[in-house]
């Protein structure tokens, strides 16, 4: 359960990193993060919808602390 947890972790942490390089315009960033993004979630679309209660319950942990982790990252950095 717990690399159910990271790959969501990472996948909406990258989520919120992408939104802050959108509204700053930085056209790279945006472009790598989106793929990604996009890479991420075709790998873990599949494992979530055959998943147990507990495991939705994990990823959607993850997802939640990777949004936070990802702008707190960015506030870090000052971006």
Do not use: D, E, P
């Amino acid at each position: 359960m717990m690399k159910m947890f990271i790959q969501s972790f990472f996948q909406v942490g990258l989520v919120a990193v992408s939104t802050i390089l959108i509204t700053k315009g930085y056209l790279v960033g945006v472009f790598i993060v989106s793929f990604l993004i996009s890479l991420l979630w075709a790998y873990n679309v599949s494992r979530v919808a055959i998943s147990t209660m507990n495991q939705k319950i994990t990823y959607s942990l993850g997802a939640g602390c990777g949004s936070v982790t990802g702008i707190l990252i960015l506030k870090l950095f000052n971006l």
